[in-house]
């Protein structure tokens, strides 16, 4: 089950995080740039959606990108040599055995993958063990809890909780942005900061209407139709339902909100 | 039992809205401010919590605050007094039956009263009644349904969910923030623009723990016990845990989380 809603392992799902990525680099990426020659490692890049934003970005930085999915590492080098960046080293590995030494890199950057781990704190802490100190580590995650709109619906709700329901039992945690500042308190990192990226959409903004509301969000809970149903989660036309309210919250007197949360640290 | 929990009918509640304000005032208030000479009509202003920032942020506009109560006109006149301002006039009048010529007015100001109105879009039309053609309307509003936190509590959002509902059963609308461009397009303003205005608290900000999630949020909630409990929305060991993991999200690991959404339109 896991497999069918974990993103990043299906072409449809791919392109949907292409998309996110796009619609979103501004928001969630625009404040994150590395010096001139420092070193940065990437955990967790999936197939390379935030790789080659974080690349371009950052320039002159030499970025070490990691997956544990060996096939999503292929696809990771695909977009980043389609993109043409030549700072970018990519290889399989598991954030929770680094084949680094400690204190390997400068910084840490990681987007969207503690939200698939059973032991985030564990994770963050293996990730500061190669942290320089003075180094920091950005995090990046989204909170399914954060979502509301207008029409309000019931049906739509129950139908966002189905994914964070799913992700609970796939031992991840759909609601993990919330929750950074406590995560990065345990794992040990100090001068944590906080930045909520709250998206919201009405229709004088109709590329996030189409980028984020439709492509991005109620396509994602849209794939997690069938894993839903078998699950008994819902019932197809409550689910059904649940679905058009959603795209419905896209039209032309609906709204949309959603929150990223970005925080960054420095390990002492 | 609408008078148990609408705001600013009783000192203690007074005093919460007070601290709102003062808490608050940056987010919500630091973008407006009114050119020397022109005429603001404040609609809805209550115990005056927001007068005296409206008045002091524009001090050459002349501004005329109006609520539909006359004890709490009385109640602001003695803000007004109190904090030594000059440029505000105060008189009990009613939104619905507005007793000024058409076009009296520059600019239109309202904060926290739409929620409590069983018909916003009446409410916004008859204000722009009173605007002149270019004029501008700010509106100012919160959303319980924006509201999570961690750690995460059934218990919590169901005390919430019971404000949401009290509102409703007395014709108001504990949602309306995310609303506000739907509600301003229906009553015909342009150039309609929606700022939402998140409050993120975690542990190191310690005025906002205390400020906002403990004083305003929490506080609010726990003030709306006795409806509930009358009402039978919750059980009373239940409403009483649901306060308590309010608090529990004070604490050093906790996060507390809020959206109000400030709107911005013009007459054309």
Redesign the interface.
């Known amino acids: 089950m896991t497999s069918t809603y974990v993103h990043g392992y299906d072409p449809r799902e791919n392109r949907r995080l292409q998309d996110q990525a796009s619609t979103l680099v501004e928001l969630l990426h625009w404040d994150t740039t590395y010096p001139e020659g420092s070193s940065v490692l990437e955990a967790g890049c999936g197939v390379g959606a935030q790789t080659v934003t974080l690349a371009t970005n950052s320039p002159g930085a030499l970025i070490t990108s990691i997956d544990v999915s060996a096939a999503s590492v292929v696809e990771a080098k695909k977009a980043v040599q389609a993109a043409g960046i030549n700072n970018v080293t990519l290889r399989q590995a598991d954030i929770f055995h680094l084949p680094f030494p400690p204190e390997s890199f400068d910084h840490v950057f990681l987007c969207f993958v503690l939200e698939h781990l059973s032991q985030p704190v564990e994770a963050l802490s293996a990730l500061k063990y190669v942290v320089k100190p003075g180094g920091t580590i950005t995090v990046i995650e989204g909170?399914h809890?954060?979502t509301?709109?207008?029409p309000?619906s019931d049906y739509a709700r129950r139908a966002v909780h189905c994914q964070v329901e799913l992700q609970a039992r796939a031992r991840g945690n759909a609601?993990i942005g919330?929750?950074l500042?406590?995560l990065l308190?345990?794992a040990g990192f100090g001068e944590?900061?906080?930045s909520?990226r709250?998206v919201?959409v009405?229709?004088?903004k109709p590329e996030l209407v189409e980028g984020f509301t439709k492509k991005t969000f109620a396509a994602m809970i849209e794939g997690i139709r069938k894993p839903s149903l078998e699950s008994g989660l819902m019932s197809e036309v409550d689910f059904d339902r649940g679905i058009a309210d959603l795209y419905r919250t896209a039209e032309a007197?609906?709204?949309f909100?959603y929150?990223f949360f970005k925080a960054r640290a420095v390990k002492n």
């Open positions: 909170d809890g954060s509301y709109f207008h309000d609601l919330r929750a500042y406590p308190t345990k944590i900061h906080v909520p709250m919201y009405d229709s004088s007197d609906g709204v909100c929150t």
